[in-house]
T-cell receptor
Framework: DQQVKQNSPSLSVQEGRISILNCDYT??????FLWYKKYPAEGPTFLIS?????DKNEDGRFTVFLNKSAKHLSLHIVPSQPGDSAVYFC???????????????FGAGTRLAVHP | ETGVTQTPRHLVMGMTNKKSLKCEQH?????MYWYKQSAKKPLELMFV???????ENNSVPSRFSPECPNSSHLFLHLHTLQPEDSALYLC???????????????FGPGTRLLVL
């Protein structure tokens, strides 16, 4: 059973417009959420994160919104640029006391294509 | 300087071969991870090492054998793999502390493995 779901496998947006990528989770123990971006032939790179005590975090063109009651988060990219074309992974984190590390659970990813 | 490196980048092996994947992190982190990414699936956590001690073995078959000789290096030894093991294998590292701020995981570029 997937604890983190990205229901849209792909998204196509025109350059300059807003891209909205969505993510849903089921485990209320998750307390930290991240978005990663992945280009072909590269590993995922960290983009932006949000703690469960917040509902919004902004970094330049990227904003992440968290709705805890709905167990939903979204990534907004505005304005979208062709260089944003990549696969975006949502991840949720909870600290594993037994293991002593932050466990990340990833969604399946959404492929964003920004066209001129 | 590349934070997390992985070698080889591509590997083709037969089901009777033995091979090893190598990961090295130059970030001074205390935790290292192996993930598997199959096509159109979420990243699956395989193993976690925290302070060079394995703290998670996520129900991974014994034909995958990790090794962490020190905090900077992580290996994944492969033997008698199956074609369904073909995937992208990603290494990651992080600096984790239960009391400090949540640190993100940094990924290497991955090893694309094909088992024939």
């Amino acid at each position: 059973d997937q604890q983190v779901k990205q229901n849209s496998p792909s998204l196509s947006v025109q350059e300059g417009r807003i891209s909205i990528l969505n993510c849903d989770y089921t485990n209320s123990m998750f307390d930290y959420f991240l978005w990663y971006k992945k280009y072909p032939a590269e590993g995922p790179t960290f983009l932006i994160s949000i703690s469960s005590i917040k509902d919004k975090n902004e970094d330049g063109r990227f904003t992440v919104f968290l709705n805890k009651s709905a167990k939903h988060l979204s990534l907004h990219i505005v304005p979208s640029q062709p260089g944003d074309s990549a696969v975006y992974f949502c991840a949720a984190s909870a600290y594993s006391l037994s293991g002593g590390y932050n466990k990340l659970i990833f969604g399946a990813g959404t492929r964003l294509a920004v066209h001129p | 300087e590349t934070g997390v490196t992985q070698t080889p980048r591509h590997l083709v092996m037969g089901m009777t071969n033995k091979k090893s994947l190598k990961c090295e992190q130059h970030l001074g982190h205390n935790a290292m991870y192996w993930y598997k990414q199959s096509a159109k699936k979420p990243l699956e956590l395989m193993f976690v090492y925290s302070l060079e001690e394995r703290v998670e073995n996520n129900s991974v078959p014994s034909r995958f054998s990790p090794e962490c000789p020190n905090s900077s290096h992580l290996f994944l030894h492969l033997h008698t793999l199956q074609p369904e093991d073909s995937a992208l294998y990603l290494c990651a590292s992080s600096q984790d502390s239960p009391l400090g701020p949540r640190e993100t995981q940094y990924f290497g570029p991955g090893t694309r493995l094909l088992v024939l």
